[in-house]
């Protein structure tokens, strides 16, 4: 199972009030010791980053979030570092613990180094301002951008400066990564108490720069109902697979895909599982197709079924399929390349309930899946679905038209049919059986091209065959490729292809 530290855990706005309120309520630790914590935390950040600080400019929100703002630029002062701040909606109705903010900054500027502006319109713009904090909006924000939010949202943007946001940046929705009229687009965020949803959602990646988690003194019990986590890569091991006494025991993979037109698929799926270091990858292929594999995977074991004039399955072939699968303990990847034939449909769906082994369903498999209304997993199997976009809206009546909406029919389905779910896009979304999900953190765009799938689905089912979980199979599928990527980005300028993430 995945472990997730409190860094890696997001939370809803909701569910990130709740935890505030009840900190507040039961421990007795006030909101303006929270708010001190979160602030001195942000400006460590900066003052160890690579941003000149000399002259700041803070825009700032009647709530919390201006409050957090002020607190940066009350250390920041500290370091003999200016500050010109602006209230979006004046300082008459600030929040409480944003008002005393405002007292104390003004009473440790005894050198004169802040400036404060009542109203964006009174803004007087100047050249001295090196970077901006964004303290307009966090986890209040409520609807699009209204009044003078929306054009220091855009004055931000078009300026040159370094931008940081307090907890989100402002207009981010901070569950759905939705913009709300305009966002901020900032180079860094920092994730007051835990990170939210959003900033991995939708439009969030693009909006929020790096993102640094700023811990807060919440007791962790009122964490537990979290159920979001970010993927990281420090649980992925690193090394090959040592080998085992004999070939068997470094894991089998059964991998029963292609047909004819669609036996690329196959190969790189099978290249893929067997580049993780497995003893053996058993490619099941329509007899048809046999001299393409010899040719094309010489270290592959092939079993050949049906006749010679076959190149997709059929349900003839079903006896003969479960035989092979006898022979050895293994895990099974049924899909990449196997094609949508009506005869591979129905052996397909006659197959699965059959198959009492650990198993990978990816592309066609999962269209044949989806055909067949009342299915259910054999007691005791671990399935994972590999879908794509496409493939996963034909497992909802509705169409999927967000990520939020993705999170939620991913959690809902995989805890409902006890199974782990793979998501793929940006970000892939690991759903498992007990409602828990998973999301990667880095520009997943790389691998959108044919063939990608494929390579994933092979070192998915490479991590099930050597026998981890479910979810942690999907991690390092995922975080493998993800390491292959970065390694082919620092040593290559071109675009890569599917093969380089084997
Ligand atoms: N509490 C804690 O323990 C801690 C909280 N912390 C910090 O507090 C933040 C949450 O603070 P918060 O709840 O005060 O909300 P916040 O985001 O500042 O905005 C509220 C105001 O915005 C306004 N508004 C809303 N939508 C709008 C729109 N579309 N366009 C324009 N205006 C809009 C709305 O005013 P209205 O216009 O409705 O009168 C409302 O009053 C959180 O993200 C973190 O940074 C940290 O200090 C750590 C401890
Ligand atoms: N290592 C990876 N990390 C994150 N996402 C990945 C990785 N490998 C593949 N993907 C996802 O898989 C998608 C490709 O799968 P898919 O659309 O099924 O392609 P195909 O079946 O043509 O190979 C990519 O767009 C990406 O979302
Ligand atoms: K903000």
Request: hydrophobic content about 35%; overall charge negative.
């Amino acid at each position: 199972m995945l472990n997730a530290t409190l860094p890696h855990y997001l939370f809803t706005a909701s569910q990130s009030r709740e935890i505030d309120r009840r900190t507040i309520e039961e421990t007795g630790m006030d909101g303006f010791t929270l708010m001190e914590i979160a602030g001195l935390s942000a400006a460590k950040h900066l003052l160890g980053s690579d941003i000149n600080l000399s002259h700041g400019v803070y825009l700032c929100g009647k709530g919390n979030n201006g409050g957090d703002a002020m607190v940066v630029a009350r250390y920041l002062l500290q370091n003999e570092i200016a500050a010109t701040l602006v209230f979006l909606s004046g300082t008459d109705n600030l929040s409480p613990d944003a008002q005393r903010n405002l007292e104390l900054l003004q009473q440790f500027d005894d050198h004169h180094r802040i400036e404060v502006y009542e109203s964006w319109d009174t803004l007087e713009q100047t050249e001295h301002w090196d970077f901006i904090i964004d303290g307009m909006l966090g986890t209040g924000l409520d609807s699009n951008l209204r009044g003078d939010y929306l054009e220091a949202v855009h004055w931000a943007n078009e300026q040159d400066l370094p931008v940081a946001s307090m907890d989100i940046p402002t207009g981010l929705h901070a569950d759905t990564g939705q913009l709300m009229g305009a966002c901020i687009e900032a180079d860094y965020t920092f994730a007051f108490g835990g990170r939210k949803q959003g900033l991995y959602l939708e439009e969030g990646p693009f909006q929020t720069g790096s993102v640094l988690y700023c811990e807060l003194p919440f007791p962790n019990s009122y964490k537990a109902r979290c159920d979001t986590f970010l993927l990281d890569e420090s649980w992925v091991s690193l090394e090959q697979a040592r080998p085992g006494r004999h070939k068997y025991a470094s894991g089998v993979l059964y991998l029963i895909a292609g047909s004819e037109g669609l036996t690329g698929a196959a190969m790189l799926a099978a290249r893929s599982a067997w580049a993780e270091g497995l003893g053996a990858v058993i490619l099941v292929c329509p007899r048809g197709l046999l001299p393409v594999y010899e040719i094309g995977l010489p270290s592959i074991i092939k079993k050949a079924v049906g006749n010679k004039s076959d190149d997709f399955f059929k349900p003839d072939h079903l006896p003969e399929v479960l035989d092979i699968l006898e022979e050895k303990e293994g895990a099974v990847l049924l899909g990449p390349g196997i094609g949508r034939q009506d005869d591979t449909v129905a052996f397909i769906n006659r197959f699965l309930p059959r198959n009492p082994r650990n198993t990978v369903i990816d592309a066609d498999g999962l269209w044949a899946l989806a055909q067949w209304e009342q299915w259910e997993k054999p007691r005791g199997s671990q399935w994972i679905l590999t879908p794509h976009p496409g493939e996963l809206s034909r497992f909802s009546d509705k169409p999927i038209k967000s990520d939020a909406h993705r999170l939620h029919f991913v959690r809902n389905f995989s805890s409902r049919r006890q199974l782990t779910i793979l998501s793929k896009g940006m970000p892939g979304i690991i759903g498992t059986s007990s409602g828990e999900c998973y999301l990667t953190n880095y520009d997943t765009r790389y691998f959108s091209r044919a063939g990608s799938g494929d390579v994933l689905a092979g070192k998915v089912g490479a991590s099930l065959a050597r026998g981890r979980a479910p979810d942690a199979s999907c991690a390092e599928g995922l975080l493998r490729g993800k390491k292959k990527l970065d390694h082919y980005l620092t040593n290559a300028d071109d675009l890569p292809e599917p093969r380089d993430f084997i």
